[in-house]
């Protein structure tokens, strides 16, 4: 008599039982649960590890595959009590593992693919500290078999990060917040990066925003030396980067993606010139540049020897709308950039807001031949004058366009344009119907004819048909002014109940007031 526990035999399969473990193993679920409603993976696959043998390794494998900090690795082996046991107040002490605890270590130091390591992922930074050194003297790798690594840790404590460097780790990042004092370490790391790590296929080396606002970082030329070293890389993002690991990357067949300052315009003359290797670039499909000098950016779009599909331009500077014409008449005529399926063209925010500065649909009108543009994200701190005409011409252009992002942040929309120009809720939506591609919208409105567009009764509005459309929209941003917002509080309810209709498919709409510009030139916003 077969009993009735036996296991199906189709869960022995490899293969069947990592399927199914994949989907347990997933925990963000974006735009369809609440985070508070979505339960962690973890007690799940734990209880599956203790199923049988035959599911064991698998389960631990998902369990232990990517973690937020190295507590875990301490709390295994008993380095450090359970997370619902306090440990004792400001109490230092020596860490000295037994030989079982480090075979508990390295049994599962091996199954951890991706790590993020901070001051924000640990309790007591001195005792993980300790942690670190005392295993620096009993293991060559702490995770052999890493292949992402996230450091989130202070100049200070970065002698502990070769530790967790191995030959098979692909993705390095390192946030960096602080330099004066304990720069050295950041070098260490930097010359450790090419021989610890062989495989490494992507570099992103952020600094805080504060950090050398005035000059090159000091650590650029050993991070340079150290990536004219690393030939498998294919993705680059640095602050800023020498002409000859420029000239390196360019080199490289394996290399897609790049961001950095973008180079003087000498410098791209030189790397770019025809004297040049002509495949150099030949593969790098996305640049995303920080712009000092606007020349430069004429440099760059002269010179670039082979298409891209994506160009982010971050400009430290306010955009000249007639600089930026020029640009979008060189995006139009060269053959490298009619490709383009993503552009994003940003002000940082500490640039003034200013409502002096005008950019017309005429100063971007020529991006309207590079009919294979999916996404356009124009964020400036000017005004940004787009009418309802405007839209349709964007609509009729780009066929294929899934992302339209017009001044996300806190510009301006027409409001203090010479002769405003205003979009209309159903403007909005005619555009939608246009372009039914269309999965995000940002864009300014005004709320001013709401009542002659629409029967606001709350009645009518529930007896309202949601509108049957092919449109793909799911995102909705829409700015109104901020004397507008009398309009908005007294509609409140009945502005979700009227959108919901009209939008049926969007599941994240956000309505916002413009920031407001009291005059030309004159709000310093926050950092």
Same mark, same amino acid.
């Given at each position: 008599?077969?009993?009735?526990?036996?296991?199906?035999?189709?869960?022995?399969?490899?293969?069947?039982?990592?399927?199914?473990?994949?989907?347990?193993?997933?925990?963000?679920?974006?735009?369809?649960?609440?985070?508070?409603?979505?339960?962690?993976?973890?007690?799940?696959?734990?209880?599956?590890?203790?199923?049988?043998?035959?599911?064991?390794?698998?389960?631990?494998?998902?369990?232990?595959?990517?973690?937020?900090?190295?507590?875990?690795?301490?709390?295994?082996?008993?380095?450090? $009590?359970?997370?619902?046991?306090?440990?004792?107040?400001? /109490?230092?002490? !020596?860490?000295?593992? =037994?030989? @079982?605890?480090? &075979? *508990?270590?390295?049994?599962?130091?091996?199954?951890?693919?991706?790590?993020?390591?901070?001051?924000?992922?640990?309790?007591?930074?001195?005792?993980?500290?300790?942690?670190?050194?005392?295993?620096?003297?009993?293991?060559?790798?702490?995770?052999?078999?890493?292949?992402?690594?996230?450091?989130?840790?202070?100049?200070?404590?970065?002698?502990?990060?070769?530790?967790?460097?191995?030959?098979?780790?692909?993705?390095?990042?390192?946030?960096?917040?602080?330099?004066?004092?304990?720069?050295?370490?950041?070098?260490?790391?930097?010359?450790?990066?090419?021989?610890?790590?062989?495989?490494?296929?992507?570099?992103?080396?952020?600094?805080?925003?504060?950090?050398?606002?005035?000059?090159?970082? $000091?650590?650029?030329?050993?991070?340079?030396?150290?990536? /004219?070293?690393? !030939?498998?890389?294919? =993705?680059? @993002?640095?602050? &800023? *980067?020498?002409?000859?690991?420029?000239?390196?990357?360019?080199?490289?067949?394996?290399?897609?993606?790049?961001?950095?300052?973008?180079?003087?315009?000498?410098?791209?003359?030189d790397i770019l010139g025809s004297s040049r290797n002509p495949k150099l670039f030949e593969n790098v499909d996305s640049?995303?540049?920080?712009?000092?000098?606007?020349?430069?950016?004429?440099?760059?779009?002269?010179?670039?020897?082979?298409?891209?599909?994506?160009?982010?331009?971050?400009?430290?500077?306010?955009?000249?709308?007639?600089?930026?014409?020029?640009?979008?008449?060189?995006?139009?005529?060269?053959?490298?950039?009619?490709?383009?399926?993503?552009?994003?063209?940003?002000?940082?925010?500490?640039?003034?807001?200013?409502?002096?500065?005008?950019i017309t649909v005429d100063t971007i009108r020529s991006l309207f031949h590079l009919s294979q543009l999916r996404v356009?994200? *124009?964020?400036?701190?000017?005004?940004?004058?787009?009418?309802?005409?405007?839209?349709?011409?964007?609509?009729?252009?780009?066929?294929?366009?899934?992302?339209?992002?017009?001044?996300?942040?806190?510009?301006?929309?027409?409001?203090?344009?010479?002769?405003?120009?205003?979009?209309?809720?159903?403007?909005?939506?005619?555009?939608?119907?246009?372009?039914?591609?269309?999965?995000?919208?940002?864009?300014?409105?005004?709320?001013?004819?709401?009542?002659?567009?629409y029967d606001m009764d709350k009645a009518s509005l529930h007896a309202l048909r949601p509108r049957n459309s092919d449109?793909?929209?799911?995102?909705?941003?829409?700015?109104?002014?901020?004397?507008?917002?009398?309009?908005?509080?007294?509609?409140?309810?009945?502005?979700?109940?009227?959108?919901?209709?009209?939008?049926?498919?969007?599941?994240?709409?956000?309505?916002?007031?413009?920031?407001?510009?009291?005059?030309?030139?004159?709000?310093?916003?926050?950092?």
């Amino acid at each position: 008599m077969s009993s009735v526990n036996t296991m199906h035999r189709a869960l022995l399969i490899s293969e069947i039982l990592s399927n199914i473990i994949s989907h347990i193993s997933v925990d963000d679920r974006p735009g369809v649960w609440p985070f508070e409603y979505v339960t962690s993976s973890k007690p799940t696959l734990f209880a599956l590890a203790l199923t049988c043998r035959a599911f064991s390794e698998q389960a631990l494998d998902a369990l232990w595959n990517n973690f937020k900090g190295v507590e875990p690795l301490m709390r295994c082996p008993g380095i450090i $009590p359970a997370p619902q046991k306090s440990l004792q107040e400001d /109490q230092c002490y !020596p860490i000295i593992p =037994t030989e @079982t605890q480090l &075979a *508990i270590i390295a049994r599962h130091g091996h199954r951890v693919r991706s790590l993020r390591v901070g001051t924000n992922y640990w309790r007591r930074d001195y005792i993980t500290q300790a942690f670190l050194r005392t295993m620096a003297g009993s293991f060559k790798v702490l995770v052999p078999n890493l292949r992402s690594l996230e450091i989130g840790f202070p100049c200070r404590l970065l002698h502990l990060v070769p530790l967790l460097l191995g030959p098979r780790l692909q993705h390095f990042f390192i946030n960096i917040r602080d330099y004066e004092k304990n720069g050295h370490h950041l070098h260490t790391v930097l010359q450790c990066l090419p021989s610890y790590c062989p495989s490494l296929e992507s570099l992103v080396v952020l600094k805080s925003y504060h950090l050398f606002r005035e000059r090159e970082p $000091p650590f650029v030329l050993p991070m340079s030396h150290a990536i /004219q070293k690393m !030939p498998k890389l294919r =993705t680059v @993002t640095v602050p &800023a *980067i020498t002409k000859d690991a420029l000239l390196y990357l360019g080199g490289l067949p394996s290399v897609t993606n790049i961001s950095s300052h973008l180079p003087a315009g000498s410098d791209l003359e030189d790397i770019l010139g025809s004297s040049r290797n002509p495949k150099l670039f030949e593969n790098v499909d996305s640049v995303n540049w920080e712009i000092k000098e606007w020349r430069d950016v004429e440099v760059f779009t002269h010179l670039w020897p082979h298409k891209l599909t994506s160009m982010t331009l971050r400009s430290e500077v306010k955009f000249d709308p007639s600089l930026l014409q020029v640009l979008c008449d060189s995006l139009h005529v060269r053959e490298a950039f009619k490709n383009l399926q993503y552009i994003y063209l940003y002000e940082p925010i500490p640039c003034r807001l200013s409502s002096s500065i005008v950019i017309t649909v005429d100063t971007i009108r020529s991006l309207f031949h590079l009919s294979q543009l999916r996404v356009v994200d *124009i964020d400036t701190r000017s005004c940004l004058s787009i009418g309802a005409n405007d839209l349709v011409e964007m609509a009729e252009a780009w066929h294929f366009l899934e992302v339209l992002l017009l001044n996300k942040t806190d510009g301006s929309m027409s409001s203090a344009a010479p002769m405003p120009q205003w979009i209309t809720v159903p403007e909005v939506v005619g555009f939608v119907e246009l372009r039914p591609s269309l999965k995000r919208l940002c864009i300014g409105i005004t709320l001013s004819t709401i009542d002659d567009d629409y029967d606001m009764d709350k009645a009518s509005l529930h007896a309202l048909r949601p509108r049957n459309s092919d449109s793909r929209l799911e995102d909705l941003t829409l700015k109104y002014p901020r004397d507008e917002e009398y309009i908005r509080q007294t509609y409140s309810s009945d502005f979700e109940i009227l959108f919901s209709k009209l939008f049926p498919r969007v599941n994240q709409l956000h309505p916002f007031q413009e920031f407001q510009i009291l005059h030309s030139d004159s709000i310093e916003p926050h950092i």
